[in-house]
């Protein structure tokens, strides 16, 4: 998870594509490569290029979005192990007092913990960067939408 996040963030932060001027730059120059074409032909070969473009944003997103969502799952899986465990322990205890529980409670706690604190930033960047790709998708549709509506109004 944080080997995606640092890879995605470096690579945002690199290429700039998720800038709002970057997008319709591409946008832009899509357009004068493509002038050549009809309308229809152009417009499905720009949303072609655009989709590439938005797919080079996503690369690793749904497995960063998996980690996050799995992780509380493993952690609750280790809070019913550590249940499990300490159930056992009161049944073949003699006498039931907190110490003979505390071991199988605290492996329920830190399972629980630890799942948790994968899944908080995992999600908080998968979400932050589906945002930012977001972005780009307005902007690029904004700007073909003002572009092929114009040529439509022709």
């Known amino acids: 998870s944080l080997t995606l996040i640092i890879e995605r963030s470096i690579y945002f932060l690199r290429t700039k594509k998720v800038k709002r001027d970057a997008v319709e730059k ?3 120059e899509q357009l004068q490569m493509k002038s050549n ?12 290029d655009l989709q590439i473009y938005i797919n080079d944003l996503e690369r690793g997103l749904s497995l960063l979005g998996a980690i996050g969502n799995l992780a509380p799952l493993v952690g609750f899986l280790g809070t019913v192990i550590g249940m499990i465990d300490a159930f056992s322990s009161i ?3 003699a006498t039931v007092n ?3 529980v505390a071991v199988g409670i605290q492996m329920a706690l830190v399972t629980t913990a630890g799942g948790l604190s994968i899944a908080v930033p995992t999600l908080a960047a998968y979400y932050f960067f589906n945002y930012l790709i977001q972005q780009v998708t307005y902007a690029a549709e904004e700007k073909l939408s003002y572009h092929f509506e114009n040529i439509d109004q022709k």
Do not use: D, G, Q
């Open 91 to 93: 049944a073949s205890a």
């Open 37 to 48: 074409l009809s309308p229809e032909k152009k417009r499905e070969a720009i949303y072609e």
């Open 26 to 28: 591409f946008i832009t």
């Open 98 to 100: 907190a110490k003979v």
